[in-house]
């Protein structure tokens, strides 16, 4: 995978253009998930970002990722393979998790125990992103990783 160095496009569009599998992934997810009936518009498109299934975050530009405090240094939101998802409470988040791992959507899942956000890409499963489930904390900072939901559960629980 490459980091890509994009400019002056927006975040979805820099996956559109390089990694429409990512979208292709996070649309199947939103229908598995029922959190929307059909989508009018392209799935990304939110008109509020407290919408379940609604993107967050996707590609970041190498030099935002470093503006912001505690992104992972070699954050897969730089190669255009992640995104982050508004789901809402940490039920949900684990039950999307679980969702993720049956349906193989996702190679990785990461929850925020105090954020109403997931994180999911399509990172390949080796070296630094090999593990498949991870708990992350407010700052960006992995604090647990697991080999499937129901560890992820297990260990996530220790910090809501």
């Known amino acids: 995978c490459k980091i890509l160095t994009i400019l002056n496009k927006s975040t979805i569009e820099a996956i559109q253009k390089y990694h429409p599998e990512v979208l292709i992934q996070y649309a199947e997810l939103c229908k598995e998930m029922r959190a929307v009936d059909k989508f009018d518009n392209p799935p990304w498109v939110c008109s509020e970002q407290k919408i379940k299934c609604c993107i967050t975050s996707g590609y970041r530009h190498p030099s935002k990722n470093e503006e912001i405090k505690g992104a992972a240094r070699n954050s897969a939101h730089q190669y255009g393979l992640a995104l982050d998802i508004y789901v809402g409470s940490f039920s949900e988040q684990i039950r999307w ?4 791992e049956k349906a193989k959507l996702f190679t990785r899942v990461g929850i925020y125990p ?14 630094e992103y090999a593990t498949p489930f991870l708990v992350i904390d407010n700052n960006g900072k992995t604090i647990a990783s697991a080999n499937n939901a129901a560890e992820l559960e297990s260990k996530a629980t220790k910090f809501t």
């Open 97 to 100: 998790a679980k969702q993720i």
């Open 114 to 127: 105090n954020s109403p956000h997931i994180h999911v890409d399509l990172m390949p499963l080796k070296g």
